[in-house]
T-cell receptor, first 113, second 115 residues
Framework: AQSVTQLGSHVSVSEGALVLLRCNYS??????LFWYVQYPNQGLQLLLKYTSAATLVKGINGFEAEFKKSETSFHLTKPSAHMSDAAEYFC???????????FGKGTTLSVSS | DVKVTQSSRYLVKRTGEKVFLECVQD?????MFWYRQDPGLGLRLIYF???????EKGDIPEGYSVSREKKERFSLILESASTNQTSMYLC??????????????FGDGTRLSIL
């Protein structure tokens, strides 16, 4: 069955440090991939999406992600963490039928000063 | 901006009750979705709809049903609520119809407690 795996349920960084959140997908064909962010007591907000136009995708709030077909990965990065980046992050892949999204279990990002 | 509105942010119901969760979107999107979110499990798809009066089961449809009588409104129904349905419920919508690949837009969620 198709799946999305986020490595690390919790990541902690210092303010100003690099943020790296890992996501691997399983699919026989390159899928459409998404990263969402969820702040406390809110719904999910789209950070960025990959739709095969370019392997490096830039999103909002300084985040970007690189699609690597050979590694079936779509890791999310940000060069310098801000306190306001503390949230839960979800990676998602379109299912093979193209009808819905499959979500990873999420990674909680903590940022300390 | 797309607005997806869920009727309640917090809801407390008793076991055995019939519970309705309502969701409205204002962007004329064809697709609408209901997820539940539980700690450590991420989001799991309950049902989705790609057109009025159309519905398809997601990964965990047991104990739930849905209704889509109008394009902008998608209702989730717990036929007989049980304590294991205590969860955060998220509604989402996206354009494109069946097999659309556009991002989904989410509401703020309904935190449902079944006592």
């Amino acid at each position: 069955a198709q799946s999305v795996t986020q490595l690390g349920s919790h990541v902690s960084v210092s303010e100003g440090a690099l943020v790296l959140l890992r996501c691997n997908y399983s699919s026989s064909v390159p899928p459409y991939l998404f990263w969402y962010v969820q702040y406390p007591n809110q719904g999910l907000q789209l950070l960025l999406k990959y739709t095969s136009a370019a392997t490096l995708v830039k999103g909002i709030n300084g985040f970007e992600a690189e699609f690597k077909k050979s590694e079936t990965s779509f890791h999310l990065t940000k060069p310098s963490a801000h306190m306001s980046d503390a949230a839960e992050y979800f990676c998602a892949s379109q299912n093979q039928a193209g009808t819905a999204l499959i979500f990873g279990k999420g990674t909680t990002l903590s940022v300390s000063s | 901006d797309v607005k997806v509105t869920q009727s309640s942010r917090y809801l407390v119901k008793r076991t055995g009750e019939k519970v309705f969760l309502e969701c409205v979107q204002d962007m004329d999107h064809e697709n609408m979705f209901w997820y539940r979110q539980d700690p450590g499990l991420g989001l799991r798809l309950i049902y989705f709809s790609y057109d009025v009066k159309m519905k398809e089961k997601g990964d965990i449809p047991e104990g739930y049903s849905v209704s889509r009588e109008k394009k902008e409104r998608f209702s989730l129904i717990l036929e007989s609520a049980s304590t294991n349905q205590t969860s955060m419920y998220l509604c989402a919508s996206s354009p494109g119809g069946y097999r659309g690949n556009q991002p989904q837009h989410f509401g703020d969620g309904t935190r449902l407690s079944i006592l």
